[in-house]
């Protein structure tokens, strides 16, 4: 990971993190404002709950890293309830990307929109039931989709939503900072970057990154399946929190983040895509009584995207490993056990 030569100067850790959290409480209200004055069911409002949701994923992440720091009575209801507004929200942009992805799969599997006749060979096969596969996908994610979009609905007209929108006005202007952020931030702040960097670098180090050293590996489908997806979301968490921890460490200072997590971090994305479009896949095989050319072409379709689940490792394989050859290693004593953070996907 790249170190960076400047820190925050004299200023004490309140003086630092104020100002950043600040700054994403301010984002989150322009969001909301923008959400609400575009309505529902146009590209401004699916913009604004993207912006909504990208403030609401920093605020959580830095109160999640640098909560010794913030006053716990305030930080950790907080953080609880970003985490329930930006996975509510993700749901139905969620489901329709996945739809987009599978039919986008099965067009490419079966070689055609329209079915070919019945026949003996195993593209036939395919070419018939890509469509019945289809039209059952789109069913199922569109009532998935339905059913996000309602629970997003009634989740902005609740009290539950209000609260947690009151607690972020009051952090655009006060943030409730607990006694240790008195201290120097040049002292203080590091340290809690460097424990967010140091657990992501032993998340990596734990997953099976020689075994995703070749892009689409038999070997690997056949050993790991959605069971093993788990750790490397973990992983993708735990970057986003590296990441928004040096956004706020250097808040103030001129600072490019380092174009190789940002390609990592991408790569991760792809791989969550892939992973739950192959359990979307899965889940509409096991619909009872359906053909038997129905279920041959989501077999296809979820083998196709577990592929892609490991063309995804692979790719993040050769952008962190250059970047773990030139770490210098972090020596923060690891005080407290690597748990998955409030902070939403994707």
Known sequence: ?????????????????????????????????????????????????????????????????????????????????????????????????????LLDGLQRLSGSQVPAQRGESAAGALAVGAARAGALLDRQLTLARTRAHSAALQALGSSRFHAVADAVALLASEVPLAGSAAAYAVEVLPPAAQ?????????????????????????????????????????????????????????????????????????????????????AAAAAARTPRIAPATAYALGVLHADQRHEVEAARFAFQQIWQPMAAVTTPVTTPVTAPVTAPTVSAP
Request: glycine share 6%; aromatic share 4%; with cysteine.
């Open 1 to 101: 990971m790249l170190r960076h030569d400047k820190t925050p100067g004299p200023e004490t850790a309140g003086d630092v993190l104020s100002p950043y959290l600040h700054a994403q409480a301010g984002e989150f209200l322009r969001s909301l404002r923008l959400h609400r004055e575009a309505g529902p069911d146009n590209d401004g409002t699916e913009e604004a709950t993207r912006a909504l949701r990208r403030a609401a994923r920093r605020i959580s992440g830095t109160l999640h890293t640098f909560r010794p720091l913030l006053d716990p009575s305030w930080s950790e209801p907080l953080r609880t309830e970003l985490g329930w507004l930006s996975a509510t929200l993700a749901g139905e942009h969620s489901c329709a990307a996945r739809l987009a992805r």
């Open 195 to 279: 424990l967010a960097e140091q657990r992501l670098v032993e998340a990596v180090a734990a997953l099976p990154l020689a075994r995703a050293a070749h892009p689409y590996n038999a070997e690997a489908l056949v050993q790991s399946g959605e069971a093993q997806d788990a750790p490397w979301h973990q992983v993708r968490l735990l970057l986003r929190l590296h990441r928004y921890a040096q956004e706020a460490l250097h808040t103030g200072l001129p600072y490019e983040e380092d174009e190789r997590l940002l390609r990592a971090g991408r790569a991760l994305d792809r791989h969550r895509d892939a992973s739950e479009a192959a359990a």
